[in-house]
């Protein structure tokens, strides 16, 4: 399998794709919360030393900030989405947070965090490689990268399409092995490398 990080000309009319998530926390507030994730991303950061600033990458309605929150209440948090709605749920529950409304690739956030945060987020990266370059140079410490095997439940082709069922968001369909063959392309050092016990958070590393 070829090592050069994949390309996909852009089909993916951005603001359409704000207005659909926005939609979506309007309908369905509690979207896509699962505190089993937040749970296991926080049994993995207890093993190093404490955040004192930490990205939420494509925080959705921000119920893992929360939860971070109620460990780490010293912790500087940041919350980054491209929906306003999805930031405006994160606002009303985690207590001081920043909130930037960006795609990533497109953020100018300068600063440098202990902690990344990008769950359930990479695989809707259309411009995948500037984007996880763009998540690697926030990550000051360390990056907490997790992301599902699309291709168990949306079976297709390898490749940048939405979902045959369910949400029908636009994903990256692609195995374990071709990710991290990208997340070495953005510049990340592999500390750990876990599996999640949930096809939709199945594929888990600790990055730097």
């Known amino acids: 399998m ?17 207005q659909e998530y926005d939609d979506w926390f309007l309908r369905k507030p509690e979207k896509w919360t ?17 955040p004192q600033a930490l990205l939420d990458v494509g925080c959705g309605n ?22 306003q709605a999805a930031l405006a ?14 795609f990533v690739d497109q953020s100018d956030l300068d600063m440098k965090f202990d902690w ?15 984007s996880l370059k763009r998540v690697r140079k926030l990550t000051g410490g360390y990056c907490y990268m997790e992301i599902p095997n699309c291709l ?13 069922r369910g949400s029908r968001q636009w994903e990256w369909h692609l195995t374990r092995e071709t990710w991290e063959q990208h997340l070495y392309s953005a510049g990340f050092e592999f500390v750990e490398e876990l599996v999640g016990d949930n096809p939709a958070w199945e594929f888990v590393w600790v990055l730097k």
């Open 116 to 130: 990344v945060l990008c769950m359930g987020v990479a695989e809707h990266f259309e411009n995948l490689l500037p």
């Open 152 to 164: 168990s439940y949306s079976p297709g082709e390898a490749g940048f399409r939405r979902m045959a």
């Open 2 to 18: 070829s090592n050069k990080p994949m390309t996909v000309k852009m089909t993916v009319d951005r603001s359409n794709l704000v």
């Open 89 to 102: 749920l994160t606002n009303d529950k985690v207590k001081g947070v920043y909130t930037v409304q960006s």
């Open 34 to 50: 699962s505190q089993e994730r937040n749970w296991f991303m926080l049994n993995v950061l207890r093993k190093y030393d404490a």
């Open 62 to 83: 921000g119920h893992t900030l929360q939860a971070v929150q109620e460990v780490y209440p010293e912790c500087l948090l940041y919350a980054m989405d491209i929906s």
